[in-house]
């Protein structure tokens, strides 16, 4: 089962006033539906624009596996823990946010800021906060966040080429880019698709495309 949606129907969030634009895909903050509250392991898949000089201030999160793709610009994250990194476009940021830590995240440099940030509802709560950054990875490493059951598959795709959506009990498909068809529907930028028993099936670049796919295991709502 393929339930397909749609940029135009992500909320709206953020603070535009103090350069924050948020596209929420799943229910958020204020706008509660409990027929949207995740999908597999995915509990948020938010997207993020932030002016120059601004960002969000420091926040808390418990119990959630945090990852972030950068699309343009250049991204500052910092963590009660100590981490100071900057996230470029082609790096994955995992926040495993465990029993609890804080962070701040900007915009600090001159160019707009835009990104993919999602949320994961990890297999077991509590533990250890951990922080890791992967530097410019491949399409052919997934990166796998095993306390959540779920590895994350970046696709680059040219006009006409192809790729296998993996074989699994969820797979949520992430359009940051370009016009993909996937398993005969149309999805553009900001789109999103929830595949359910997904088996034998493929993305094609209508465009030049970059596609993110989460694959994950069974045993989920």
Same mark, same amino acid.
């Given at each position: 089962?393929?339930?397909?949606?749609?940029?135009?129907? %992500?909320?709206?969030?953020?603070?535009?006033?103090?350069?924050?634009?948020?596209?929420?895909?799943?229910?958020?903050?204020?706008?509660?539906?409990?027929?949207?509250?995740?999908?597999?392991?995915?509990?948020?898949?938010?997207?993020?624009?932030?002016?120059?000089?601004?960002?969000?201030?420091?926040?808390?999160?418990?119990?959630?596996?945090?990852?972030?793709?950068?699309?343009?610009?250049?991204?500052?994250?910092?963590?009660?823990?100590?981490?100071?990194?900057?996230?470029?476009?082609?790096?994955?940021?995992?926040?495993?946010?465990?029993?609890?830590? %804080?962070?701040?995240?900007?915009?600090?440099?001159?160019?707009?800021?835009?990104?993919?940030?999602?949320?994961?509802?990890?297999?077991?709560?509590?533990?250890?906060?951990?922080?890791?950054?992967? %530097?410019?990875?491949?399409?052919?490493?997934?990166?796998?966040?095993?306390?959540?059951?779920?590895?994350?598959?970046?696709?680059?795709?040219?006009?006409?080429?192809?790729?296998?959506?993996?074989?699994?009990?969820?797979?949520?498909?992430?359009?940051? %880019?370009?016009?993909?068809?996937?398993?005969?529907?149309?999805?553009?930028?900001?789109?999103?698709?929830?595949?359910?028993?997904?088996?034998?099936?493929?993305?094609?670049?209508?465009?030049?495309?970059?596609?993110?796919?989460?694959?994950?295991?069974?045993?989920?709502?």
């Amino acid at each position: 089962m393929i339930d397909v949606r749609h940029a135009a129907e %992500r909320h709206p969030g953020g603070d535009p006033a103090a350069g924050i634009e948020s596209r929420h895909a799943f229910s958020f903050g204020p706008h509660y539906d409990p027929e949207n509250l995740r999908f597999g392991a995915v509990i948020a898949c938010n997207e993020e624009r932030l002016a120059p000089g601004a960002g969000f201030d420091e926040h808390p999160h418990r119990h959630t596996e945090i990852v972030t793709w950068v699309v343009e610009g250049e991204l500052t994250h910092r963590d009660s823990k100590g981490h100071e990194t900057r996230v470029r476009p082609g790096d994955v940021q995992r926040l495993s946010a465990a029993d609890g830590i %804080r962070h701040v995240e900007r915009n600090d440099g001159d160019a707009p800021l835009s990104f993919v940030q999602m949320w994961l509802a990890p297999l077991d709560p509590g533990g250890e906060p951990a922080y890791e950054i992967v %530097r410019g990875i491949a399409d052919a490493t997934p990166y796998a966040v095993p306390a959540a059951g779920a590895m994350l598959h970046v696709r680059r795709l040219a006009a006409g080429e192809r790729t296998a959506v993996p074989d699994a009990a969820y797979v949520y498909a992430h359009v940051v %880019r370009g016009e993909v068809r996937l398993a005969g529907e149309e999805l553009g930028p900001g789109d999103s698709a929830r595949i359910t028993a997904a088996e034998g099936l493929e993305a094609v670049g209508e465009t030049a495309a970059e596609l993110l796919m989460w694959e994950m295991a069974p045993g989920r709502p």
